[in-house]
């Protein structure tokens, strides 16, 4: 259930802040940390959910660690590639926070 919730919310997360670059919304990049912070948020109450439920098989266990380990390796190679550019880029400030460009 919680597997669904992950994918149908952030599915649509991250759609509105697709379209939320692509109108040029001035929180756009606060928007987007946030939806990494609860992306993150889900995929550890996944992984406590999952460990705390009785006669789980190992191999089951083990195939959902893999795929919670992906899943947050995801997240964080975003975060890694797309967060100097929100803080460093120029066009960022320009177009989001409304400054003048130096």
């Given at each position: 259930?919680?597997?669904?919730?992950?994918?149908?919310?952030?599915t649509s997360?991250?759609?509105?802040?697709f379209?939320?670059?692509?109108?040029?919304?001035?929180?756009?990049?606060?928007?987007?940390?946030a939806?990494?912070?609860?992306?993150?948020?889900?995929?550890?109450?996944?992984?406590?959910?999952?460990?705390?439920?009785?006669?789980?098989?190992?191999?089951?266990?083990?195939?959902?660690?893999?795929l919670?380990d992906?899943?947050?390796?995801?997240?964080?190679?975003?975060?890694g590639?797309?967060?100097?550019?929100?803080?460093?880029?120029?066009?960022?400030?320009?177009?989001?926070?409304?400054?003048?460009?130096?």
């Amino acid at each position: 259930m919680m597997m669904t919730l992950d994918v149908v919310l952030l599915t649509s997360l991250y759609t509105i802040a697709f379209v939320a670059a692509l109108r040029r919304v001035p929180l756009f990049p606060r928007l987007l940390v946030a939806i990494w912070l609860v992306d993150l948020a889900m995929q550890l109450m996944i992984a406590q959910a999952v460990t705390g439920a009785p006669g789980l098989p190992a191999q089951v266990g083990q195939a959902l660690h893999a795929l919670l380990d992906g899943n947050v390796k995801k997240v964080l190679i975003s975060v890694g590639l797309w967060l100097p550019y929100l803080l460093l880029s120029r066009r960022v400030n320009v177009t989001y926070r409304s400054r003048v460009a130096a």
